[in-house]
């Protein structure tokens, strides 16, 4: 095993999918995924926070089955039915032009969204914690971010159920759509951090 980064430009390496976890697989999204995930996509409760709220199914459509959309796109199955999706975007830190090469493809920004008829059944935490795992045990990166608007207080406080340690909070930086400017979060976590706690938990 390596603990070199994956950087095959499909972000999501040589991973056996799907992957199991106790209630849920999670595995790649594909172009027939995007009906399932337009389901919850357009409805309110989710539109409310996501980057991209598309009120036309075809252009929906047509934007979910973009290949870099879907390369780092997962799914999350519950029973044979998908019931969200997980972001995994794997990028480069910030560096120094010395050493850029070094922070090249060494951590990922994650994403998600559940169908509002599956919320409140610890899902979402099942699979980012799982998201995390695979970022950190099988993909080698060396930190994982995430962002939300302050008032997402469903997400951030997802962020912290699995662990992520919030990192910053911004004042009036980010656009709502409604056009109001509004706070914003980002929370992280390191490999070192992930695996102390997991050994802590042992
Ligand atoms: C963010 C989002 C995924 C969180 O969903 P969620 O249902 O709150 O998260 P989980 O699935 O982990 O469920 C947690 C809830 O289930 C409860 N729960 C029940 N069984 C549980 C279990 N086995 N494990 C953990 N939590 C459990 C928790 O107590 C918690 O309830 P609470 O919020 O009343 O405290 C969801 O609100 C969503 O999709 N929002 C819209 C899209 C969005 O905001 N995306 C992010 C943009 S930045």
Redesign the pocket.
């Known amino acids: 095993m390596t603990d070199e980064p994956v950087t095959d430009g499909k972000g999501f390496g040589a991973i056996a999918w799907p992957i199991r976890t106790e209630r849920l697989e999670i595995r790649p999204a594909t172009e027939a995924d995007g009906p399932a995930t337009w389901h919850y996509r357009r409805q309110e409760?989710?539109t409310l926070?996501?980057t991209r709220a598309q009120p036309d199914r075809e252009l929906y459509l047509a934007d979910f089955t973009e290949p870099s959309r879907l390369a780092k796109t997962l799914v999350i199955v519950l029973d044979g039915r998908v019931i969200?999706d997980l972001m995994l975007a794997i990028e480069d830190a910030w560096a120094q032009a010395e050493v850029r090469d070094r922070a090249r493809a060494v951590q990922a920004e994650l994403?998600?969204?559940?169908d509002p008829a599956y919320?409140?059944?610890?899902?979402?935490?099942?699979a980012v914690a799982e998201l995390i795992r695979i970022c950190f045990e099988e993909l080698h990166l060396r930190r994982v971010i995430a962002?939300?608007?302050a008032n997402?207080e469903?997400?951030w406080?997802?962020m912290e159920?699995v662990g992520m340690r919030r990192e910053s909070h911004d004042v009036r930086g980010s656009l709502h759509r409604s056009g109001e400017w509004l706070d914003g979060l980002t929370y992280a976590m390191l490999a070192d951090e992930w695996r102390s706690a997991r050994t802590g938990a042992l």
């Open positions: 409760s989710v926070w996501i969200g994403g998600w969204s559940l919320t409140g059944n610890g899902y979402a935490t099942e962002q939300c608007f997402n469903s997400s406080r997802l159920r």
